[in-house]
């Protein structure tokens, strides 16, 4: 008996709508991959998708490719991930469960976890995942003891970061402990963390697939593609990667240079490009000029038969503005500080109350159940108002 262990597929996560296409491709491969493997039954540990709520195109391409296992007779068992899980219960696995196409494994009767059994006798219960880390309280208030006594080949399905085997990135983060995951399973199936790792556990083994597709610029440089496990009874895991694009990664030391010579470096070293992903990480400081004097009109140009072009500007800095010394104080009075080190070094009638009014607007959070046109009208509002410009509006 083999099956199949995937998580955090996100799909419809990325802006960019190759990229996106690229997740729902990968998503297609794996599930063509197990078909071929002849699994089981597949698990697939939240974040299915990237929202509670995907587009309906999305949706009914998804369908369709889980459609391709349950007619080769394989079972697909999922919980709800931080992303697709939602406070309202308004989320489209309760669509694709309904339709038949998955079963959610996380059920809860009288404050326990009910156990589901798959037709070749494995028993699987799950815990969603919550924004925030929030599942923790779920964990502590609900009683393992009936399907700990439980016998047999059990899986238990996760989504959550544990604080003994985070990666050094959420170092800070407060995460849950393994002495909360219930005991006696033969194999803890996480997701939630996109790293690819595995461990003994217990009697059994604890992994971790990755993501299905990488998720964000820092992912495509680390993973260059998605990955998932194929697992045996005898907990022998097989790491399955899907290459569906090659990457090609560029570090850019912008150092004592001028956005001229960054532009030229880069058309310089960029070569065989043609349908590839090309990442461009550009750091440091300027010797002079801006960050938007780097001409990435002429490198999208120039690169225009890569598949896409990706930048990462985060830590390129310029020499426009001065150094500012960071205090110590809570959050409130650090920014004012900052605020008030910054006046003056542009030229900008009612600097100070157009900085507050932008602070104010921009740290306004989008609502549970608001829609995007309905939260970004309502920040157009506030702003207009803020700096009383109805009239030109």
Same mark, same amino acid.
């Given at each position: ?10 799909? *419809? ?13 990968? #998503? ?42 349950? +007619? ?6 999922? $919980?709800?991930?931080?992303? %697709?899980?939602?406070?309202? *219960? ?14 959610? /494994? ?15 006798? =494995? ?20 009683? #393992? ?17 544990? +604080? ?42 604890? /992994?971790?697939? *990755? ?11 680390? #993973? ?15 790491? =399955? ?6 990457? !090609? ?17 880069? !058309? ?6 043609? %349908? ?12 002079? *000029? ?42 409130? %009075?650090?920014? +004012? ?9 542009? +030229? $900008? ?7 507050? =009014?932008?602070?104010? =607007? ?32």
């Amino acid at each position: 008996m083999k099956f199949a262990h995937l998580a955090d597929c996100h799909i *419809g996560g990325w802006r960019e709508q190759n990229l996106r296409d690229l997740g729902l491709k990968s #998503f297609e491969k794996a599930i063509d991959i197990c078909i071929t493997n002849h699994t089981a039954f597949i698990l697939i540990s939240g974040d299915l998708f990237n929202t509670a709520l995907p587009q309906i195109e999305l949706i009914k391409e998804t369908a369709r490719i889980l459609r391709k296992a349950k +007619e080769h007779n394989i079972d697909i068992y999922i $919980i709800p991930g931080s992303h %697709d899980f939602s406070n309202s *219960g308004k989320t489209m696995l309760d669509v694709l469960e309904n339709s038949g196409l998955v079963e959610n /494994v996380f059920k809860v009767k009288e404050n326990k976890l009910i156990i589901t059994e798959d037709k070749t006798g =494995v028993k699987l219960a799950g815990m969603l995942g919550r924004k925030g880390s929030l599942e923790k309280k779920d964990y502590e208030n609900l009683d #393992f003891k009936d399907i700990e006594e439980e016998k047999g080949f059990k899986i238990f399905m996760f989504h959550t970061a544990l +604080e003994e085997f985070k990666p050094s990135d959420l170092d800070k983060v407060d995460c849950m402990n393994t002495n909360e995951l219930p005991k006696t399973f033969n194999y803890y199936a996480g997701g939630h963390i996109h790293y690819r790792f595995e461990t003994n556990f217990g009697k059994g083994k604890l /992994v971790f697939p *990755g993501a299905l597709f990488p998720n964000n610029f820092k992912e495509l440089e680390e #993973f260059r593609n998605g990955s998932f496990y194929l697992v045996d009874d005898n907990l022998n895991t097989e790491l =399955v990667e899907i290459p569906i694009k090659e990457v !090609l990664s560029y570090h850019i030391n912008a150092n004592d240079k001028i956005p001229n010579q960054i532009t030229d470096e880069i !058309l310089n070293k960029v070569n065989d490009f043609n %349908d590839k992903i090309v990442l461009l990480r550009i750091e440091g400081t300027l010797k002079s *000029g801006k960050v938007s004097d780097i001409d990435f009109n002429l490198i999208n140009e120039k690169l225009k038969d890569s598949y896409i072009v990706l930048r990462n500007t985060n830590k390129l800095e310029t020499k426009s503005f001065e150094e500012v010394e960071i205090k110590k104080g809570n959050v409130e %009075d650090i920014e +004012e500080n900052i605020v008030k080190e910054h006046l003056g070094q542009i +030229e $900008i009638e009612n600097e100070k109350h157009l900085i507050d =009014v932008l602070m104010k =607007v921009l740290n306004e959070e989008k609502e549970e159940g608001e829609k995007v046109y309905d939260f970004e009208a309502r920040i157009f509002k506030n702003f207009i108002e803020g700096l009383k410009l109805k009239e030109m509006f």
